[in-house]
């Protein structure tokens, strides 16, 4: 079936740094994509989204980046900060189907001081 | 604005037995999500609920079901549970087709 992958599941950056987490999409009917952050004992945290008609769209330190024709999905978190150790969903959701969202493996991102 | 309640937030069962979870969802929203999250599986949509109306489903067998009532709040049910559900189980509440806003999930622990 079709399926949202991530290239790696752990990241380590330094506090500063600039992070890359990446994911890999399979259904070219997506045409909704977001980025979630999960703490340890929270529910998924949304932070940014984007649709398939745009292939970059930026918020507060994060950037989240879509390569429609390698089905290509990455978020950029800038001068990362100790808070922002956590794991990272990326998910995709088909036109007009609402509250389903397919999500991928996930990445933990590490931050060292 | 108070966000997505889940209860309860830990409980325990044996196989065997039959489980009940509750959420409500923001104030507001009419589309309430189900997923099951393990270490194994990860995230999985169990099945979303729109005015009472089941609007989509996911892969789980029928032990898995739920319903959705008119003030919006939500619950699911998982029958003759089995050792695989023990799972962290979420709730995110939207509106109509925007941003899912999720719960802090029940934990369930099938033993």
């Known amino acids: 079936g079709e399926s949202v992958g991530l290239h790696l599941p752990t990241l380590s950056v330094q506090e500063g740094d600039n992070s890359i987490i990446n994911c890999a999409y399979s259904n070219s009917a997506s045409d909704y994509f977001i980025w979630y952050k999960q703490e340890s004992g929270k529910g998924p945290q949304f932070i940014i989204d984007?649709?398939?008609?745009?292939d970059k769209r930026q918020g507060q330190r994060v950037t989240v980046l879509l390569n429609k024709t390698v089905k290509h999905l990455s978020l950029q978190i800038a001068a990362t900060q100790p808070g922002d150790s956590a794991v990272y969903f990326c998910a995709e959701r088909e036109d007009n189907q609402g509250g389903k969202l397919i999500f991928g493996q996930g990445t933990e991102l590490s931050v060292k001081p | 604005k108070a966000g997505v309640t889940q209860t309860p937030r830990y409980l325990i069962k044996t196989r065997g037995q039959q489980v009940t979870l509750s959420c409500s969802p923001i104030?507001?929203?009419?589309?309430v999500s189900w997923y099951q999250q393990t270490p194994g599986q990860g995230l999985q949509f169990l099945f979303e609920?729109?005015?009472?109306?089941?609007?989509n489903k996911g892969n789980f067998p029928g032990r898995f079901s739920g319903r959705q009532f008119s003030n919006s709040r939500s619950e699911m049910n998982v029958s003759t549970l089995e050792l695989g559900d023990s799972a962290l189980y979420l709730c995110?509440?939207?509106?109509?087709?925007?941003?899912?806003?999720f719960g802090e999930g029940s934990r369930l622990t099938v033993l």
């Open positions: 609920y729109f005015s009472e109306t089941q609007r």
């Open positions: 984007i649709r398939s008609n745009m």
């Open positions: 104030s507001g929203h009419r589309s």
């Open positions: 995110a509440s939207s509106l109509a087709a925007g941003e899912l806003f």
